[in-house]
């Protein structure tokens, strides 16, 4: 099993605000996750282990700091613990959606620790916005070459 998410998938939300997980996903993302609001107009799903992860980083590096209780703050109002059903599936919490702009269609991209899930449009809008000659020129401003 790989550590890390990848590659991207459609679904649709039903009636009650049910996304499937994609199958490739579940293993590693565990019965029980955490979904956040993310900074890209999407929701993050966050492994138990990542979620952990995450606060433990922040703990260590902006302990007591103002930015960090307010951080720390918006990252616990803007999230929910979760539970995948026997049918791969996972509510997505309506305030959170909303926020984002979730209605319908969804795309569920791996992001490596997370999975991010976007509004079908919200994606189709980076697709139109972004060419890999750019994110080729913008890695290799950081040494990385693809």
Known sequence: MLNYFNGKQ????????RVIVPV????????QFVVALGVDRCLNLYPMD????????LDQ?????????RLLTFLSANSEFVEMDKQGR???????REEVG????????GALDKI??????EW???GKNVSIHEIASTAATYGIRL
């Open 10 to 17: 459609i679904h649709s939300i039903d009636a009650k605000g």
């Open 24 to 31: 490739k996903f579940r293993e590693k993302l565990g019965e």
């Open 50 to 57: 990542e979620w952990e992860k995450l606060l433990e980083k």
């Open 61 to 69: 590096n902006l302990p007591g700091t103002e930015d960090g209780r």
């Open 90 to 96: 996972v509510i997505l919490p309506q305030e959170l």
């Open 102 to 109: 979730i209605t319908k269609d969804v795309v569920s991209v």
């Open 116 to 121: 991010k899930v976007f509004p079908k449009d």
């Open 124 to 126: 189709d809008n980076i």
